[in-house]
């Protein structure tokens, strides 16, 4: 006969903050590889590293602090008369390669301090329109 072990369950309400990044396709390979160090590397990846590692109230689990998860992929558009792409072309389609960073803010967090996080990372953000997304207040599951 076999036991099993359950953990107790608890929610704890956040916001998700969700950032696509691009990256080189070196430093894309080096991530998806597990290559820490390629974060730290690119300078521009440095710059928002700073600030989720400088705002205290993001990425907050407790035990672990400065949390994030990346994901590897690639960002399609085009850009229209009037931008001024860092890639790609006028009229034409391009392919960035990018990463997604995703942490979390505790949902009682005042609008103020999550627009004065969500200013940072937009100022050291390098794309001339960057892609951040704000979640609505979810719920996380974590272990009591």
């Known amino acids: 006969m076999s036991t099993t072990t359950t953990s107790a369950a608890r929610r704890r309400a956040v916001r998700a903050i969700k950032v696509y990044w691009p ?3 070196q430093t894309l390979a080096s991530v998806a590889a597990g ?25 907050d689990f407790g035990l672990y602090t ?9 960002e399609g558009f085009t850009a229209v008369h ?3 792409p860092a890639l790609g072309a006028i009229g034409a389609r391009a392919l960035s390669p990018t990463l997604t960073f995703t ?12 627009s004065w ?15 951040i997304e704000l979640s609505a207040p979810l719920d996380l599951v974590l272990r009591a």
């Open 23 to 25: 990256v080189s396709q």
């Open 35 to 59: 290559d820490i160090a390629a974060l730290e590397a690119d300078p521009s990846l440095g710059e928002l590293l700073h600030v989720l590692e400088t705002s205290p109230e993001v990425g």
């Open 82 to 84: 009037g931008a001024t």
């Open 103 to 114: 942490t979390y803010i505790d949902a009682r967090t005042t609008d103020d301090e999550v």
């Open 117 to 131: 996080v969500l200013s940072r990372i937009m100022d050291a953000h390098p794309w001339e329109v960057p892609v």
């Open 66 to 74: 400065d949390v994030f998860e990346v994901g590897v992929g690639a």
